[in-house]
T-cell receptor, first 112, second 114 residues
Framework: ELKVEQNPLFLSMQEGKNYTIYCNYS?????LYWYRQDPGKSLESLFV?????AVKQEGRLMASLDTKARLSTLHITAAVHDLSATYFC????????????FGTGTRLTIIP | NAGVTQTPKFQVLKTGQSMTLQCAQD?????MSWYRQDPGMGLRLIHY???????DQGEVPNGYNVSRSTTEDFPLRLLSAAPSQTSVYFC?????????????FGPGTRLTVT
């Protein structure tokens, strides 16, 4: 059974600081996804990582994937308040993106 | 494109009642899925479909039925609602192969069973 673990579960950080969210998964997988969710809203796709060593960046967020370590990271650079949200990683279970296994999420709060 | 739409947005049911959560997409996606989101547990897959006429169970299928008679629609039926089914339900869709790979999520249905 595929398990996806995120840490930390809660993260409170000051504006301007850097931090990293970690996503570990238990079995071989084809793709890894990062989503953002604002309170009471749906999920917004941030990144899709397709291969070992993949790195993608959008603004202050950068995601990377190490398939050998079964680890993905989401790095936040010089955090701003607008990045406050819950971040989820998710992994394919069947080499098809109709079945995703999600981590429990990291609730990120940026303090001015 | 409206993307993925879900109705209703909110619903309150009494234990034992049945209802159908509607999901539709206008992107001609082959894949569609239903997830539930509970506090502290992330999203869990209920049922999914890889095309019209084809459905399969996910991680937490008990108490739910689905059908896929058209590419566009993927309704989720609660047969006899229970308080444990209080949750936020998300429908998602995606292409079966090729870019873009990500699933597109609907706005969600917040269900309370009393």
């Amino acid at each position: 059974e595929l398990k996806v673990e995120q840490n930390p579960l809660f993260l409170s950080m000051q504006e301007g600081k850097n931090y990293t969210i970690y996503c570990n998964y238990s079995t071989t997988s084809d793709r890894l996804y990062w989503y953002r969710q604002d309170p009471g809203k749906s999920l917004e796709s941030l990144f899709v990582l397709l291969s070992n060593g993949a790195v993608k960046q959008e603004g202050r967020l950068m995601a990377s994937l190490d398939t050998k370590a079964r680890l993905s990271t989401l790095h936040i650079t010089a955090a701003v308040h607008d990045l406050s949200a819950t971040y989820f990683c998710a992994v394919d279970t069947n080499f098809g993106n109709e079945k995703l296994t999600f981590g429990t999420g990291t609730r990120l709060t940026i303090i001015p | 494109n409206a993307g993925v739409t879900q109705t209703p947005k909110f619903q309150v049911l009494k234990t034992g009642q049945s209802m159908t959560l509607q999901c539709a997409q206008d992107m001609n996606h082959e894949y569609m899925s239903w997830y539930r989101q509970d506090p502290g547990m992330g999203l869990r897959l209920i049922h999914y479909s890889v095309g019209a006429g084809i459905t399969d169970q996910g991680e937490v299928p008990n108490g739910y039925n689905v059908s896929r008679s058209t590419t566009e629609d993927f309704p989720l039926r609660l047969l006899s609602a229970a308080p444990s089914q209080t949750s936020v339900y998300f429908c998602a869709s995606s292409y079966s192969f090729g870019k873009p790979y990500e699933q597109y999520f609907g706005p969600g249905t917040r269900l309370t069973v009393t």
